[in-house]
């Protein structure tokens, strides 16, 4: 979805509307400007070879256009009573260029741009250099705003267009607001934001699902590979095992790609036994784990997993896939944990850390609603492990002396959750200010549980986050409580193997509650019974 059908103009709206409710009073009353560039096609180092263009998101966010190499020029005038006259928004595009139809899709003409895009003016970009000058003439007291322009992290605006209006005496020129305020508007979604989020979802639990259904078509042997499949010709896609994480992230990348998503949302976690442990590896370059797991044991040697009659069998071990796509510029991001080996089923410690998690998301799912703060989803989510570890015997001490040390945080590193929409770790500046008169000062639990939050906000409607508590077992954070007297040290060591567990979905917050927008299931049940073949 893009063009006419994405509701750019209300966001360029809304953003003017925000801008206003922070600029110094001076410039309140004086026209409002808006200049973006939009980014570029990339280029390998010191090489023509294009690399995946994907849109800058604040521009996208004002304009639903993805052509490399545009530009923005949005005026806003607080003065015009008239709603038609006091908006208007110029998208310049670059030309049609004859020597390169032969090396790349051209981009669209004004003509076919008109239908494409909700703004109220399209032109070329070699004309955007006297727009600037006569909008200059027309409203000599602009205020122009721009995203920070000494940053690397955006699209620079050409020299040309900024030094026309920094020598102008009569104009202000800033980067101190757009930025911050175009984080607040996107912090909330629209309807029309909420159907790209959704249709992202829907394709990557697709995805996940279809990981999980070929694990359990190997379980049961139906995965077959027919005469000559991998020495006289390739193996196809029907005869494809997931025996590497890389083989798993094959088949989900493939699956998004096969339903139209262009981009992933990030770059894809899956990570199998320990390596489950670390929260942000993107490696996926190991096979799984066959016989006793050791740390750096990988001795699989390409002998088949599956099959009627395996030469050795898997290890049993889990699977976490954190992975999800874009829709047009909106992301998905939807973790699951599956077993793998011992036939699709989860050993009896897996269960019990996999239910645990399980526990601390849907409990925490069912407090969100507006009004309340996510520091108190994060407390929640180490209350429950908590108990859960104490129960398991692999805590000891009451739950207030536990949840004083901080302990659980070498268990629970990191946030319950964050912002998403069009960014995976959505508008940072708004999801976490760094003024915040909103974090809750009594029954706070210890500092330890915040380090990492990305999210530290009452939640309001229309926001979209993720919950995604996890457990894990990591040699470097078990160091900080290896001297511990509430762990129970030797019934550790049992634990240590497991790596990790994460399970994550993405949720909009309704005006009462919530709605889960990931599709794909996560009960014990359901993921045993497809990961072992059952059905």
């Given at each position: 979805?893009?063009?006419?059908?994405?509701?750019?103009?209300?966001?360029?709206?809304?953003?003017?509307?925000?801008?206003?409710?922070?600029?110094?009073?001076?410039?309140?009353?004086?026209?409002?400007?808006?200049?973006?560039?939009?980014?570029?096609?990339?280029f390998?180092?010191?090489?023509?070879?294009?690399?995946?263009?994907?849109?800058?998101?604040n521009?996208?966010?004002?304009?639903?256009?993805?052509?490399?190499?545009?530009?923005?020029?949005?005026?806003?005038?607080?003065?015009?009573?008239?709603?038609?006259?006091?908006?208007?928004?110029?998208?310049?595009?670059?030309?049609?260029?004859?020597?390169?139809?032969?090396?790349?899709?051209?981009?669209?003409?004004?003509?076919?741009?008109?239908?494409?895009?909700?703004?109220?003016?399209?032109?070329?970009?070699?004309?955007?250099?006297?727009?600037?000058?006569?909008?200059?003439?027309?409203?000599?007291?602009?205020?122009?705003?721009?995203?920070?322009?000494?940053?690397?992290?955006?699209?620079?605006?050409?020299?040309?267009?900024?030094?026309?209006?920094?020598?102008?005496?009569?104009?202000?020129?800033?980067?101190?607001?757009?930025?911050?305020?175009?984080?607040?508007?996107?912090?909330?979604?629209?309807?029309?934001?909420?159907?790209?989020?959704?249709?992202?979802?829907?394709?990557?639990?697709?995805?996940?699902?279809?990981?999980?259904?070929?694990?359990?078509?190997a379980?049961?042997?139906?995965?077959?590979?027919?005469k000559?499949?991998?020495?006289?010709?390739?193996?196809?896609?029907?005869?494809?095992?997931?025996?590497?994480?890389?083989?798993?992230?094959?088949?989900?990348?493939?699956?998004?790609?096969?339903?139209?998503?262009?981009?992933?949302?990030?770059?894809?976690?899956?990570?199998?036994?320990?390596?489950?442990?670390?929260?942000?590896?993107?490696?996926?370059?190991?096979?799984?784990?066959?016989?006793?797991?050791?740390?750096?044991?990988?001795?699989?040697?390409?002998?088949?997993?599956?099959?009627?009659?395996?030469?050795?069998?898997?290890?049993?071990?889990?699977?976490?896939?954190?992975?999800?796509?874009?829709?047009?510029?909106?992301?998905?991001d939807?973790?699951r944990?599956?077993?793998?080996?011992?036939?699709?089923?989860?050993?009896?410690?897996?269960?019990?850390?996999?239910?645990?998690?399980?526990?601390?998301?849907?409990?925490?799912?069912?407090?969100?609603?507006?009004?309340?703060?996510?520091?108190?989803?994060?407390?929640?989510?180490?209350?429950?492990?908590?108990?859960?570890?104490?129960?398991?015997?692999?805590?000891?001490?009451?739950k207030?002396?536990?949840?004083?040390?901080?302990?659980s945080?070498?268990?629970?590193?990191?946030g319950?959750?964050?912002?998403?929409?069009?960014?995976?770790?959505?508008?940072?500046?708004?999801?976490?200010?760094?003024?915040?008169?909103?974090?809750?000062?009594?029954?706070?639990?210890?500092?330890?549980?915040?380090t990492?939050?990305?999210?530290?906000?009452?939640?309001?409607?229309?926001?979209?986050?993720?919950?995604?508590?996890?457990?894990?077992?990591?040699?470097?954070?078990?160091?900080?409580?290896?001297?511990?007297?509430?762990?129970?040290?030797?019934?550790?060591?049992?634990?240590?193997?497991?790596?990790?567990?994460?399970?994550?979905?993405?949720?909009?917050?309704?005006?009462?509650?919530?709605?889960n927008?990931?599709?794909?299931?996560?009960?014990?049940?359901?993921?045993?019974?497809?990961?072992?073949?059952?059905?």
């Amino acid at each position: 979805m893009s063009g006419s059908s994405y509701c750019a103009r209300a966001h360029v709206q809304r953003t003017f509307e925000q801008l206003m409710n922070v600029l110094p009073s001076q410039l309140k009353e004086k026209p409002q400007v808006i200049l973006l560039a939009g980014g570029k096609t990339p280029f390998r180092n010191d090489t023509d070879r294009e690399l995946p263009f994907r849109q800058e998101s604040n521009f996208y966010y004002l304009s639903g256009c993805s052509v490399p190499g545009s530009f923005l020029l949005a005026l806003y005038q607080p003065e015009h009573t008239n709603a038609s006259t006091r908006l208007s928004i110029k998208l310049s595009i670059p030309e049609v260029q004859a020597a390169d139809l032969m090396w790349s899709v051209p981009p669209p003409t004004i003509g076919e741009a008109k239908q494409l895009f909700d703004v109220t003016d399209i032109a070329y970009s070699s004309e955007l250099q006297s727009t600037i000058e006569l909008l200059l003439q027309s409203h000599p007291e602009a205020v122009f705003h721009t995203l920070p322009r000494n940053s690397s992290l955006f699209p620079p605006l050409p020299e040309e267009y900024m030094a026309t209006i920094v020598t102008s005496e009569t104009h202000t020129a800033t980067d101190a607001y757009l930025l911050s305020s175009l984080h607040k508007t996107r912090l909330i979604k629209d309807e029309n934001e909420v159907t790209m989020l959704r249709r992202a979802n829907d394709i990557s639990s697709r995805a996940h699902e279809t990981v999980m259904r070929v694990l359990g078509n190997a379980v049961q042997g139906k995965i077959l590979q027919a005469k000559g499949a991998g020495i006289d010709r390739p193996l196809l896609p029907g005869e494809w095992l997931i025996e590497k994480e890389a083989e798993a992230e094959a088949i989900f990348v493939a699956s998004c790609r096969r339903e139209g998503a262009v981009h992933q949302a990030y770059l894809p976690i899956v990570a199998a036994s320990r390596r489950a442990a670390t929260l942000h590896y993107c490696c996926n370059d190991r096979e799984f784990t066959w016989g006793p797991v050791k740390p750096h044991d990988h001795l699989n040697h390409g002998a088949l997993a599956h099959g009627p009659a395996p030469e050795r069998q898997l290890e049993p071990q889990l699977l976490l896939i954190d992975a999800g796509c874009e829709w047009d510029c909106y992301s998905a991001d939807i973790t699951r944990t599956m077993p793998v080996g011992n036939g699709g089923k989860f050993t009896e410690k897996g269960k019990q850390i996999y239910s645990l998690v399980l526990e601390m998301q849907q409990k925490s799912m069912k407090i969100l609603k507006p009004g309340v703060h996510w520091d108190t989803i994060q407390l929640l989510c180490h209350q429950i492990l908590v108990e859960g570890f104490l129960d398991l015997g692999l805590f000891k001490g009451s739950k207030a002396e536990v949840l004083r040390s901080g302990i659980s945080s070498a268990f629970f590193p990191h946030g319950v959750g964050h912002s998403l929409g069009m960014d995976v770790h959505d508008v940072p500046s708004a999801s976490k200010p760094i003024i915040n008169t909103t974090v809750p000062q009594d029954n706070v639990g210890h500092p330890s549980f915040y380090t990492y939050l990305r999210l530290r906000l009452l939640l309001a409607e229309g926001m979209v986050v993720t919950v995604e508590p996890g457990i894990y077992f990591h040699e470097h954070l078990l160091k900080a409580v290896e001297e511990s007297e509430y762990v129970n040290h030797n019934l550790l060591e049992e634990y240590r193997e497991m790596g990790g567990v994460r399970i994550e979905d993405d949720v909009l917050i309704t005006s009462d509650g919530c709605e889960n927008l990931t599709k794909v299931r996560s009960d014990v049940e359901w993921l045993e019974s497809v990961c072992s073949g059952e059905i």
